[in-house]
């Protein structure tokens, strides 16, 4: 039985990011290093824990001019990085996926922000579409070009995994268990429900990164997810 968890490594340094990986040890393998960390730490930090044997997913959110994406997808496929954001644009995923070429990196199209909602959508961007409406059409698309998988709320999880094809691999922030607050993010559920729903991972940040003892978080919310019996194992790995 796979461990879907992912924690986010949220953090302001590489040295604050260390520390945690080395307190977490051997209870969690695979990280999430988003922009903060990367504007502190660059790639440089993100190949290191990659060649010290932990599993990393690049959470850059790509969006920009293809031939931009494109260039900056192919100097990441030259890492050992394994997971790498993009926004689920038509342009922007055919791009990084001639980038990414014949390399092991596997692309993931972010579908909605789990900080956006149905009124956000219509202020922010004009869309009149419902948010799970807008996830759909974008999870397609995404399957149609080739991409990998699909980051989505844990709302939408199961509606991605119904209009998408089971090698799919479905990442879901937005996830803390009920003790945790929901800051930011709009669109949560639990880990238990996340991994219920069809989630292949899920990406935990605060309720372990700001804990009084981070690994034992990590135990209890195993805990929870296999106090559900419905565990399951994560798609599309090689």
Do not use: W
């Not at 639990?190 to 989630?199: D, L, M």
């Amino acid at each position: 039985m796979s461990d879907p968890i992912i924690i986010a490594l949220d953090l302001e340094s590489a040295a604050q990011a260390r520390s945690l990986v080395k307190t977490l040890g051997d209870s969690v393998g695979f990280y999430k290093v988003g922009m903060e960390l990367y504007a502190a730490a660059g790639m440089d930090y993100a190949r290191e824990l990659a060649d010290s044997g932990k599993r990393v997913f690049l959470d850059l959110k790509m969006y920009d001019i293809p031939e931009t994406v494109k260039r900056a997808v192919k100097q990441v496929a030259k890492t050992n990085v394994e997971f790498l954001t993009i926004h689920a644009r038509l342009s922007v995923m055919q791009a990084a996926m001639d980038g990414r070429a014949e390399s092991r990196l596997k692309l993931l199209g972010v579908s909605v922000l789990t900080s956006m909602d149905d009124q956000d959508l219509l202020v922010d961007s004009g869309h009149s579409d419902k948010v799970g409406d807008l996830v759909a059409l974008r999870s397609r698309n995404a399957i149609a070009v080739g991409i990998d998988g699909i980051v989505c709320s844990p709302l939408e999880v199961a509606m991605v995994r119904g209009v998408t094809s089971g090698k799919t691999i479905l990442v879901t922030p937005g996830v803390r268990s009920r003790v945790g607050a929901a800051s930011d993010q709009k669109r949560i559920a639990t880990p238990a429900e996340a991994v219920a729903a069809g989630a292949d991972y899920i990406v935990i940040g605060r309720q372990v990164t700001r804990a009084e003892d981070p690994v034992a978080e990590i135990v209890r919310i195993r805990q929870e997810i296999a106090s559900t019996s419905q565990m399951v194992t994560p798609r599309g790995v090689v």
